[in-house]
């Protein structure tokens, strides 16, 4: 099993930014990749952006040049830094995990709010 814990979430004006921050701890073996998801009121689920175990990374086109994933190994930890935040990057942010990237991820963080207002 694999744990995870997100934080960073919160009210920010557009323009701004936030980093998120997600705790992973458990059994690790056999995760190969990492990343976030969201989900608007009203909306699906969708990728935001996911890091593999090898560094390739991934993001939704809507948030390419804005948003950063990276990873701290020794601590555990996954980030995404937002910048430039607009009005519908508003959702529930998800950390997670998984061992096949194309069967997409397994396990789930309890999500953190990110409000971005005009």
């Known amino acids: 099993q694999v744990q995870l814990v997100e934080s960073g979430g919160g009210l920010v004006q557009a323009g701004g930014s936030l980093r998120l921050s997600c705790a992973v701890s458990?059994?690790?073996?056999?995760?190969?990749?990492m990343g976030w998801y969201r989900q608007a009121p009203g909306k699906q689920r969708e990728l935001v952006a996911d890091?593999?175990?090898?560094?390739?990374?991934n993001y939704a086109n809507s948030v390419k040049g804005r948003f950063t994933i990276s990873r701290d190994n020794a601590k555990n930890m996954v980030y995404l830094q937002m910048n430039s935040l607009k009005p519908e990057d508003t959702a529930v942010y998800y950390c997670?995990?998984?061992?096949?990237?194309?069967?997409?991820?397994?396990?789930w963080g309890q999500g953190t709010q990110v409000t971005v207002s005009s």
């Open positions: 890091l593999t175990s090898g560094g390739s990374t």
């Open positions: 997670v995990t998984g061992s096949v990237r194309v069967l997409g991820p397994r396990y």
């Open positions: 458990g059994t690790m073996s056999s995760i190969t990749f």
